[in-house]
């Protein structure tokens, strides 16, 4: 009896082991924000845009975005792909000033708590999804600029494409399907 529960209990020992690892995978670092950052979608160094900032992580290097919402639409574009390994956005509880978002001071997206349809303009004076680390200092700034805070999941998907066929896109957030 004992010959055959030994295998048994192993292998039930071995699989459980495993159970925490797998999805629990740690997100590579973000990189520092520098002068050769360059914007998907503009085509524009980075810096040059006031307000919260955003990369995507698929490899060795990242994708940079001029601000929060570029990253989040990025995410939500069927066209877009969707292997990357991260997402990081400007933490902006920590930002030394809106023209200035910090080059070091990033939360991963996914975590963050968004101030949408505030008074602040991000990159090329678009409506910004203005990200913290902490839903305290989202809502003091929703306080100070109006707007209502959201989790990631929760960022209407026509606030940040406008209204159209990619708000319900299979996958994009905000989606139905």
Sequence with gaps: MRRLLFPIIAAAAFGLAGCGEEGSAALPEPFALTQDAMGRYCGM???????????????PEPIWFSSARDAVAFTMLPEEPKTYSAIYVSDMKHAPDWDNPGADNWVDARAAFYVIGSSARG?????????????DA???????????????????????LGPGDAATAPGAVGSTQ
Excluded: W
């Design 138 to 160: 989202a809502e003091r700034f929703a306080q100070d600029n109006g707007g209502e805070v959201v989790t990631f999941e929760d960022i209407p998907v026509d606030y940040v």
């Design 45 to 59: 160094n980075v810096l040059e845009h006031p307000g919260p900032k955003g990369q995507i992580i698929f490899g």
């Design 123 to 135: 990159g090329m004076g678009a409506a910004e999804t203005v990200p913290f680390s902490t839903r």
